[in-house]
C-alpha cells in the first residue's frame, strides 16, 4: 500500500464523513429516514504545504503520479498530523475502512528561487477490494 | 413537533447460476470483521458485502412478470457471475429485503436486530455492461393467470408446454 510522502503541511483542515441515509419528509414536517450501509464515507482532508522545496514539491508530484492521479488510494503517514494528540491522530489518519485518494491535482506555486507552496486536497472513501 | 423515525434497510441476495454456483452477498454490512455475515437474529447462511444496487421491481393489476435490476460494480468477480449463469439467462435470484434496527453503534453487526423481512424470487432473462456497471436483469418467477385466476390451474392443457424462460400465457 502506497503512502503520501512524509512531510509535516503548515496548514490542514478535516472533515468527518458522512453515512448513507436518505430522509423522507412528509406535508406536516414529519421525516422518516432511512439508512444503507453501517460505515461512513467522504472523510475530506485539505493540506497546505507553505514554502517547501524543490525536492519535497517533486515527492508529492511523484506521489500523485505514482497514484495516477485519483485511481489509487493510499494511506497518510504521521508527520501529516503532526501536532494532534495520539487519540485525535487515531481518528483523522485512518477512520475504519478509509483508505485516500486525490480530490483534485495538487496545485504548485512558485514564492521564491527553489520554494513553492503546495496545496493538497484528499478525499477518504470505503475501498472495496471485492468479493 | 417533528416525529423522527429511523430504519436500517439491507438486501441479501442468493444467486444461483447456470452451472449450480450458489453466491450470497449483501450490500449493508462493510468491513464487520468477519468476510461474511448471516441474516442478523436468524441461522441463515452466510452473505458476503458486494456494493450492489437493486432497481425496478414494479407489479400491476394486470400481473405482468415485474422486472428487477440488480447493478453491480464492473469487476471480475460480477463477470463470472454473468458468464456463469449463460449471461445471466438461467440464473435463479431469491432477494431479501431486511429492516433492522440496533441499539448500539451503527458500526457493530451484534447490535442490530432484525424487524421484517421480505422475500422475493426472480430468474434471469440477461444482463448489459458498460464501463463502469454490470446489470443483471431479472422478472418474477410467475407471471399472472389472468382473468380465470383462481378457477383453474396450470396444466399442459391451458399452457402447453412448459416454458424455458418465466413467460407462461393461457391458451
Known amino acids: 500500500m502506497a503512502v503520501f510522502p512524509s512531510i509535516r503541511p503548515t496548514g490542514r483542515s478535516y472533515s468527518p464523513g458522512q453515512f448513507p441515509t436518505k430522509t423522507y419528509r412528509g406535508l406536516s414536517g414529519a421525516t422518516v429516514k432511512r439508512v444503507f450501509g453501517n460505515r461512513s464515507f467522504g472523510h475530506g482532508i485539505d493540506l497546505q504545504f507553505e514554502n517547501i522545496s524543490d525536492v519535497n514539491t517533486k515527492a508529492i508530484l511523484d506521489h500523485y503520479y505514482g497514484q495516477f492521479g485519483n485511481y489509487a488510494r493510499f494511506t497518510l503517514p504521521d508527520a501529516v498530523f503532526s501536532g494532534t494528540s495520539s487519540e485525535l491522530k487515531g481518528v483523522l489518519q485512518a477512520p475504519t475502512s478509509i483508505l485516500w485518494e486525490y480530490a483534485e491535482p495538487p496545485q504548485v506555486e512558485s514564492v521564491f528561487n527553489g520554494r513553492s507552496t503546495v496545496t493538497v486536497r484528499l478525499i477518504g472513501e470505503l475501498d472495496y477490494s471485492g468479493a | ?171
Request: glycine share 8%; charged share 15%; hydrophobic share 40%.
Open chain 2, 1 to 171: 413537533m417533528i416525529m423522527e423515525t429511523s430504519v436500517h434497510i439491507a438486501h441479501f441476495l442468493f444467486i444461483q447460476t447456470a452451472n449450480g454456483q450458489s453466491h450470497y452477498y449483501q450490500n449493508y454490512f462493510f468491513n464487520t470483521g468477519a468476510s461474511a455475515v448471516a441474516i442478523p437474529g436468524s441461522a441463515s447462511p452466510s452473505y458476503r458485502h458486494a456494493p450492489f444496487r437493486v432497481e425496478g421491481a414494479l407489479s400491476s393489476l394486470n400481473g405482468e412478470n415485474s422486472l428487477l435490476r440488480v447493478l453491480f460494480p464492473h469487476s471480475a468477480f460480477t463477470i463470472a457471475l454473468v458468464e456463469n449463469g449463460e449471461g445471466n439467462r438461467l440464473s435463479k435470484l431469491s432477494l431479501k429485503t431486511v429492516w433492522m434496527a440496533t441499539t448500539g453503534s451503527i458500526l457493530d453487526y451484534s447490535g442490530y436486530t432484525k424487524t421484517a423481512e421480505y422475500e422475493e424470487f426472480y430468474v434471469g432473462v440477461g444482463a448489459s455492461f458498460d464501463d463502469t456497471t454490470v446489470e443483471l436483469r431479472f422478472r418474477s418467477a410467475m407471471d399472472s393467470v389472468g382473468a380465470s385466476f383462481p378457477r383453474q390451474t396450470f396444466s399442459s392443457k391451458n399452457v402447453g408446454f412448459l416454458p424455458l424462460n418465466a413467460e407462461i400465457s393461457l391458451r
